[in-house]
């Protein structure tokens, strides 16, 4: 049987709807999505960090009045009610201005969130920041608290984020999710860990396995084995029958046979498309997660507007990434080389979720 004989009539019928009209956003390229890498300093030390952040990096935060002047380059050509901003870091809330950014993109129309291990989110944080306009949040939250604790090296680390989320619990209004990253010390819990989140009130959640990039390289215990790997997507596939918690795997890559079963969406990288990053140093680029070489300017010397406009070109046409074990896929057509965060600084291809699945 092919690799496509696999797929139902539904799933090869949805794919091919989604490939059109995702090429149609390549083209029309609406920013709907804006992240602001608003520092590189971090309270924790977790095992997994991609950006290897530290308490006191090298880059200094980006200051606000700096970000803000980016966001007036955007802010005549976007509706800004359709064009989110997200902080993330590092750790966004060591920042003590974040309210009043929020604040000021609060009043230009902005919709603004965040992401945050929840270690300084305590009542009068959360107070302040919706106070500020905030829309959304997201709490990393990585199981139980020795799983949590090891993997984040914080032993306050679960109890913070426990509380945070049941204060999210109670707060109307407010659009928030929990990400946890699947590794093997967690990954005999999930249907423990699920039935928690349940009970203490989590409607989404977001799982992720870890991709083997910054910190994380150096930590290949973190790996899910194939088994294991195989075993999350049933596991998602699983919990989104039941209806009891809203699960999806995260925007990782292409998954085949499980595209449309364990997300909300089909897979499509969305990074130059209907995303765009401002990193620490003032990098424009598709999202946090993507190499330098395929950064496409700086808003200390481009205008973030003109950028997005007019570059970003590997991002919208991927004929390029068509080759070495992508040259002959079958799934090509559907999944164009995968996620832009998955490619070394020399364009090749690191990882592969559907090969792995497929030479299991």
Known sequence: MSDLARLSFRQRTAL???????HNKAQIHELRNLFWEC????????????????????????????FLKAIDDISPYVDPHKT?????GGEALVRNDIEEVGLELYRRGFPWGMVTNGLLLDEKRLDSLLRSGMHSITISFDGFEEDHNWIRRNDKSFERADNAIKMLVRTPDLVWDIVTCVNPRNYNRLEEFKEYLISIGVCNWRLFSIFPMGRAAENPELQLNDEQFRGLFEFIK???AEGRINANYGCEGFLGSYEGEVRDYYFHCRAGVEVASVLCD??????????????????????LW??????????????WAKKGQCSECSFWKYCEGSGMHLYDDNEQLLFCHYHRMMNE
């Open 16 to 22: 091919a709807l989604h490939r059109r009209i995702m």
């Open 39 to 66: 520092t590189l300093r971090c309270n924790m030390n977790c095992r997994h960090c991609g950006s290897d952040c530290k308490q006191a990096p090298a880059v200094p935060d980006m200051p606000a009045k700096d």
């Open 84 to 88: 989110f901003i997200t902080f993330t």
């Open 238 to 240: 699983r919990t989104r």
């Open 282 to 303: 003032g990098s424009i680029s598709g999202c946090t997660s993507i190499r330098s070489n395929f950064h496409q300017g700086n808003i200390y010397k481009d205008n």
């Open 306 to 319: 003109e950028v997005w406009q007019n570059r970003f070109q590997k991002y919208r046409d991927r004929s």
